[in-house]
């Protein structure tokens, strides 16, 4: 935080707060703390933050009022920077809230905030008037993000406008002493939403609401459930006809399905909880934490070593709980659609029943999904709990122009740029499916509707047939475009504030980004600033039999790297027999004749071909990265040896070639070496390559910093011994924090 101060001490000042101050109960804190210091004057909302007009008392002067200010501040408030200047003295008699003050908006607002412990409190005391209500909330937690329409954060910019406060609420919220107040979403049984109970075909209502819903639960009936940004499919994880079906609806036969508990002890029966893990479960964000099984449950995860565990972030959810200890607690959409926060969105093709409010939801959002690795945080995908939090950029980089970023065409986001800040939208999906696409779109408008940004730039990737730069080039606007692998390492700059100027080593591995030359890059070395990159290293590339098909069938890829590694005598590899033989010939023709088989240095498609080789991935995959995390999932962390690899290195850019390491494992594999064994050796030999590679940029370049970026560093295993072995040879190492490695990243 950044505090500018008057050179002299005046009667009266105008102070400026700018950050998330809006919708975490921050006037009233100011309220109480010019109470307090005996002050007088006002505080209100403005488009920029919140302003106060101080007239300090006998009691204290300016800096102790700052002072407080900083330490005393909301748990939920960040304050970004606080301005002061001399104002006139107006000799007023006491302190108030003033109302918000229209104009140009750029104002942080809140992420979605769990149920607090006070609210959870009042709703299991039937001495209180919100027993049972499960749109309890205040101004510690509550919905904030996905029911907002526009800015200054007040009632009447937000879904909750269609409810009038009876005398009660009002109360609460005029009182500057109550932790109600201003509390946009405050509501009661009187006044405020409400639940309905439906049967899914007919739309028939039914009676006993959350209580009924959870006898269906019991009877193994498949729910849909209306939360803060959008549905649930809900059902009881121990009950097998229940999940056959819902993995029926949801066309997902082994994707891994998320659990809500009613605790950490529930959790416990079946993880394993850390000192880090139980944080993040714990905190306001309430995410989806990936942990380590202790006991399987069976049909949740298959074939993975982790399930993902949240608690209960709504009244609503608590409720439900009550008398359940795990419910499976997934997206109600479609296969590869967006997360439904209508009925009118086909929730009733999906469920037996639906249990829904009439609090509407303006912004859609998932849940964030995250692990833990080395005690700090590794998202899968960002979302409800962590969006919209703003990203501070170097001063040097900062410009007058808005930008509008559109990120890549899989797991996308976008972000806005105003005023110094990037803001990063929720997790988007696939561009590819029209229905993600139009929620990529309403994304868009709702962003710079909230933040008042008129975009000057446009930013896409580099591919000339994503959707992304598509809209990019439709815009009329200046359109920029750059390399995917350069973004991912442009991201993580960006978050660890790199100064201007300095250069690092991207490692940066994924599936597929397009190259500058036209072919698939994936396995990269970036040595990288903020204006250029150089292309310094790259895995030695194979062909790509049947395009994007290889993606999807990893013996694809096994055939690939076994041509690569021993020519047109293939070994006999226990694996293969299970792919027809006359398919496996077409493709080595394909391969040989270069018909439909593109280069590519995909580090994503080393992992398939080494993961079907081992026995451990299907012939077909059913969602992006499965071979990979079941060879993650096999490999024991303490195993240290590895596996031969070649750094050839005549001229830039150097190619790292993986020859030996498909002859050693294919040796392994005839002499029965067990699956396990191989990923363990084949993790330490990446991360040995990653380590190998840097030590040569330094002795040439002068590096001493790498940042490790991409969908591949999504592998605890991986991460771990990489940043191990950099560690060693006395590298900084730099990784996305508070963002997805993967290409959520890229806007």
């Not at 929730?347 to 849940?367: M, S």
């Not at 995959?621 to 070649?646: N, T, W």
């Amino acid at each position: 935080m950044t505090e500018k101060k008057p050179k002299s001490k005046p009667g009266a000042v105008l102070i400026t707060a700018f950050g998330v101050v809006q919708g975490v109960g921050f006037r009233p804190f100011i309220f109480r703390l010019a109470q307090k210091f005996g002050c007088r004057g006002w505080v209100k909302n403005i488009g920029y933050g919140v302003q106060i007009h101080l007239e300090p008392g006998k009691k204290t002067g300016l800096r102790l009022f700052l002072r407080a200010l900083r330490e005393e501040k909301p748990p939920l408030a960040m304050i970004e920077e606080v301005k002061v200047r001399p104002a006139s003295f107006r000799g007023y008699k006491d302190f108030r809230i003033r109302k918000s003050k229209e104009g140009e908006s750029f104002v942080f607002i809140s992420p979605d905030i769990s149920t607090c412990p006070n609210c959870r409190q009042e709703i299991m005391d039937r001495r209180e008037r919100r027993f049972h209500y499960p749109f309890t909330n205040c101004t510690d937690c509550g919905p904030r993000y996905t029911i907002v329409r526009s800015l200054p954060y007040d009632r009447a910019k937000t879904t909750m406008s269609w409810f009038r406060m009876c005398d009660a609420c009002r109360s609460e919220y005029e009182n500057p002493l109550d932790r109600r107040y201003h509390a946009q979403p405050i509501a009661c049984p009187a006044c405020g939403p409400s639940i309905t109970l439906k049967e899914a075909r007919t739309g028939k209502k039914i009676r006993g609401g959350i209580s009924e819903a959870v006898s269906f639960i019991k009877k193994g009936k498949i729910l849909a459930v209306k939360g803060l940004g959008g549905f649930h499919l809900v059902c009881d994880p121990h009950n097998e006809k229940a999940l056959r079906r819902l993995r029926r609806v949801k066309q997902r036969d082994r994707k891994p399905l998320a659990l809500m508990a009613r605790d950490l002890a529930t959790i416990r029966k079946f993880a394993h909880i850390g000192v880090a893990q139980r944080r993040e479960l714990l905190s306001a964000s309430r995410p989806i934490v990936l942990l380590r099984k202790k006991r399987d449950i069976p049909g949740i995860a298959p074939y993975l070593d982790e399930i993902g565990f949240m608690l209960p972030y709504t009244p609503l959810h608590h409720l439900l709980l009550e008398d359940l200890d795990l419910i499976v607690a997934t997206s109600s959409n479609k296969k590869d659609a967006p997360i439904a926060k209508d009925e009118k969105e086909g929730v009733d093709k999906l469920c037996d029943y639906i249990l829904t409010h009439n609090r509407p939801i303006q912004t859609r959002a998932d849940d964030s999904v995250l692990k833990v690795e080395a005690g700090r945080t590794l998202f899968l995908r960002r979302a409800r709990g962590f969006v919209p939090y703003p990203q501070r950029v170097p001063p040097d980089l900062e410009t007058p122009q808005h930008i509008l970023a559109l990120g890549g065409e899989l797991k996308d986001t976008i972000s806005v740029y105003k005023n110094g800040y990037v803001v990063t939208s929720q997790f988007l999906g696939d561009l590819d499916e029209y229905e993600n696409y139009r929620y990529f779109e309403e994304t868009i408008s709702h962003l710079q509707q909230l933040f008042d940004v008129r975009p000057e730039v446009i930013v896409s990737d580099l591919h000339p047939n994503f959707h992304t730069t598509r809209y990019g080039q439709e815009s009329g606007l200046p359109h920029l475009q750059v390399q995917h692998h350069f973004a991912h390492v442009l991201a993580v700059l960006l978050e660890h504030q790199v100064p201007w100027g300095k250069k690092v080593l991207g490692v940066s591995w994924d599936g597929y980004g397009y190259g500058e030359d036209g072919s698939a890059w994936g396995g990269e070395f970036l040595l990288a600033d903020y204006l250029s990159f150089t292309r310094v290293a790259h895995f030695k590339q194979v062909p790509l039999p049947g395009g994007d098909l290889a993606a999807k069938q990893p013996w694809r890829m096994a055939l690939a790297y076994l041509r690569d590694s021993f020519g047109r005598s293939l070994p006999k590899i226990k694996a293969l027999e299970r792919i027809d033989k006359k398919k496996r010939n077409l493709v080595l023709k394909m391969m040989e004749a270069g018909l439909n088989a593109p280069l590519s240095s995909s580090c994503g498609r080393l992992f398939d071909a080494v993961s079907f080789l081992t026995g451990l991935a299907p012939s077909e995959v059913e969602f992006e990265a499965e071979a990979p995390m079941r060879l993650e999932a096999a490999s024991p962390e303490k195993i240290r040896g590895s596996y031969g690899f070649a750094l050839l290195d005549n001229d830039i850019p150097w190619r790292v070639s993986f020859t030996q390491t498909i002859e050693e494992i294919t040796r392994d594999i005839k002499n029965g070496i067990s699956a396990p064994l191989i990923s363990a050796k084949f993790h330490n030999t990446l991360a040995r390559a990653v380590a190998s590679v840097a030590k040569k940029a330094k002795i040439q370049f002068g590096i001493n910093t790498i940042a490790l970026v991409g969908g591949v560093f999504l592998n605890r295993r991986l991460l771990s011994s990489a940043t191990a072995f950099l560690g060693r040879e006395g590298f900084e190492v730099l990784r996305p924090l508070k963002y997805s490695p993967n290409d959520e990243s890229i806007s």
